[in-house]
């Protein structure tokens, strides 16, 4: 069955840093591109973070310089490395694989949680 795997969520204080990973099946075909989402309590999903196949970048000004998005050679595993973390990087972050061939779809992780706080 498909499935996104995210890992390394937690409470962190301000100042700190976390690793994000997200493992996507090999039953995917044809990811397009990869990337974090995130949501605060009673707010909308917004993007943090997308990488492309060919390794193109594109990051939420909120982030821009503290956080890191990357993806291996298998490009089938995404990683979010996030220094300098901020209370307002509080949330529930997501893991996004879009597939374009043999269907347009999108896939989704189950959310692991980031919180930063003293």
């Known amino acids: 069955q498909v499935q996104l795997v995210e890992s390394g969520g937690g409470l962190v204080q301000p100042g700190g840093s976390l690793r994000l990973s997200c493992a996507a099946s090999?039953?995917?075909?044809?990811?397009?591109?990869m990337g974090w989402y995130r949501q605060a309590p009673g707010k909308q999903r917004e993007l943090v973070a997308v990488?492309?196949?060919?390794?193109?970048?594109n990051y939420a000004d909120s982030v821009k310089g503290r956080f890191t998005i990357s993806r291996d050679s298998g490009k089938n595993t995404v990683y979010l490395q996030m220094y300098s973390l901020k209370p307002e990087d509080t949330a529930v972050y997501y893991c996004n694989a879009h597939v374009r061939a043999p269907l347009v779809h999108d896939y989704w992780g189950q959310g692991t949680q980031v919180t930063v706080s003293s």
């Open positions: 990488i492309t196949g060919g390794g193109s970048t």
């Open positions: 090999r039953s995917i075909f044809s990811i397009n591109a």
